[in-house]
């Protein structure tokens, strides 16, 4: 697994063993990417279950001002740290070991993102659960773009949002939603 491009282009980055962390594909990511490419300059990122931190680091490396990495694994968490040192992006990141519940209760109000992915494991029902609690605690700025990862063939849907892409790849689905702006509506 490498940062595909950007400033820490061909970064290696490290994964957790075992089956408890499953990263995203280089296939999915990169077309995830291609999805969002001219959006991500200068915004806030937040990879909600983070695990290597691949899709934050990615963000980071082509432009991104700031990533938040949360985690509930411990040895995930160092992993980002381990993985943001090496690609030089660890300045630009906040990594935080908790569960996401806990991060969003605790941030409600304090701040927004820009961009948001969300790649839970598979068999939970985290991401509307994710999407729920953060439009509650407004933590989606205007035109904010969520990005989910699962294996469910039909597109995650939330009023307040409009579903701008399913697609699949192989197994994978992504899901690409975005906060209308108040104006346009």
């Known amino acids: 697994m490498r940062i595909i491009t950007g400033s820490a282009r061909g970064a290696k980055l490290d994964t957790l063993d075992g089956l ?9 990511k990169e077309a995830v990417f291609s999805m969002i490419q001219f959006e991500i300059d200068g915004k806030r990122v937040l990879d909600l279950f983070a695990g290597s931190g691949q899709m934050g680091l990615e963000a980071l490396s ?8 949360v985690d509930a694994g411990r ?10 040192k090496r690609t030089g992006l660890f300045e630009r990141s ?7 519940k806990s991060f969003i209760r605790g941030n409600a ?3 927004r993102f820009d961009i948001i992915f969300l790649d839970p494991p598979y068999d939970s029902d985290f991401v509307e659960d994710a999407i729920a609690r953060l439009q509650r605690a407004d933590m989606l700025e205007e035109g904010c773009v969520i990005i989910c990862e699962s294996d469910r063939k039909e597109p995650f849907l939330a009023e307040g949002l409009t579903l701008r892409r399913h697609a699949r790849y192989g197994k994978v689905f992504v899901t690409v939603l975005e906060k209308s702006n108040q104006e346009e509506e």
């Open 75 to 84: 040895e995930a968490a160092d992993i980002v740290k381990s993985n943001a």
């Open 62 to 69: 082509r432009g991104a001002l700031k990533a938040t990495f």
């Open 20 to 28: 408890d962390t499953r990263p995203t594909a280089e296939r999915v």
């Open 94 to 100: 906040v990594v935080l070991n908790t569960d996401y």
């Open 109 to 111: 109000g304090r701040g």
